[in-house]
């Protein structure tokens, strides 16, 4: 893992969890409640919807960044309501990568923030129960600023369309800085939006990663 990844979870090996970061960062998570699971790449994490996490530290390397990515294999069991991905959320900063909401989208879409209510969702039926899916997320300042340019959801590699939420998500020039932990499987306690289902893969990188990236990382997984 190159210096541009600030963590990555296989949460291996189908029988016993594991939350090692597999980078130099050593981003290791504390698993609360969440299981092994048979998964797409030799194992992952099971979370229950109502208290199943995985939380790290406060990992700084996410705040300020111009540039980011945020992926994940997932497995939902249910498309009702929010449903976090990752988090790093203090209450009014942060991100969030999610599936759904009540009040935006879906819980069939794709929602993904970097600063309070401006943010972005996919529109349209990507998500099944109990079918897998690849999500990646990117945000990159340098490019243009305009109809929500600078934001990219791929999912299973497919660049999808994008709504904004609230105000104009290009305002942010960067991640905002954040004091809450980076948490797997739930959006801090007082939003909760815990996952219902199967996570695998989860992976934060410091720059937008291409559209070929993403598809041969897809491809090859």
């Given at each position: ?200 893969e989860v992976r934060v990188a410091s720059v937008a990663h291409s559209a070929g990236w993403v598809a041969t990382e897809y491809n090859n997984q």
């Amino acid at each position: 893992w190159n210096s541009n990844y600030i963590g990555v979870w296989h949460l291996k090996d189908g029988t016993t969890l594991n939350a090692l970061d597999s980078t130099s960062n050593a981003n290791n998570g504390t698993i609360s409640n969440a299981t092994a699971a048979t998964s797409q790449v030799d194992g992952g994490g099971d979370f229950n919807g109502t208290s199943a996490l995985i939380s790290t530290s406060d990992i700084a390397a996410i705040d300020s960044q111009g540039a980011i990515s945020f992926s994940a294999w997932v497995k939902t069991d249910s498309t009702a309501g929010d449903k976090s991905i990752t988090g790093k959320w203090d209450g009014t900063f942060g991100h969030f990568f999610q599936t759904g909401g009540s009040t935006y989208g879906g819980g069939d879409d794709i929602a993904f923030g970097l600063d309070g209510n401006k943010f972005v969702y996919t529109t349209g039926n990507f998500i099944s129960t109990g079918v897998w899916i690849h999500i990646v997320a990117t945000f990159d300042d340098a490019l243009p600023g305009a109809a929500n340019e600078e934001y990219r959801v791929y999912i299973n590699a497919i660049s999808r369309s994008l709504t904004s939420f609230s105000g104009n998500p290009n305002d942010i020039n960067t991640t905002r800085a954040s004091t809450a932990t980076f948490e797997i499987g739930r959006l801090n306690s007082s939003l909760s939006r815990y996952w219902d289902g199967i996570l695998d893969e989860v992976r934060v990188a410091s720059v937008a990663h291409s559209a070929g990236w993403v598809a041969t990382e897809y491809n090859n997984q």
